[in-house]
């Protein structure tokens, strides 16, 4: 039996996720940045999470080859860094300020959380690649989370 594509996605979209800025740097070191749902924590010890990259997006070169990413969970009043981040084009990062830990990877201020990770290892997943990584830095702050829901932004209050 075939699965529509589109009624997959309503079916997954029941599962609120958080909103996530994924980004990284190209081999001529410019900063790199997406908006991704699709991200998890993998493992305790060590500290390890993943993130789901399409194969279709201009930027998956500079992932699948780095050695490094950055995850910036977005808090409830960020959906204009989602929205900026969600665009393809290469002026997501005009004028737009991030700062840098030990890596290049740029790191969103005043996100709810940071981790900086080394790329451990990537899989194949259909139409997607999965990359693990391993958590080297994290910050964290007091706040609510941006959700994803049946295809549109949604908010709690904690």
Sequence with gaps: MAIDPREFRNTVGCFATGITV?????GDGKPIGLTANSFTSVSLDPPMVLFCLDRG?????????????????????????????????????????????????PIIPNCLASLECRTAEIFEGGDHIIVTGEVTKIASEDGNPLLYWRGQYATIDA
């Design 57 to 105: 997006v201009a930027s998956f070169k500079a992932f699948e080859e780095g050695g490094e990413f950055a995850v910036n969970i977005l808090g409830a009043d960020q959906m204009e860094i989602s929205n900026r981040f969600a665009k393809s084009g290469d002026d997501k990062w005009n004028d737009f300020a991030f700062e840098t830990w030990e890596g290049d990877s």
């Design 22 to 26: 994924i980004t990284t740097v190209d």
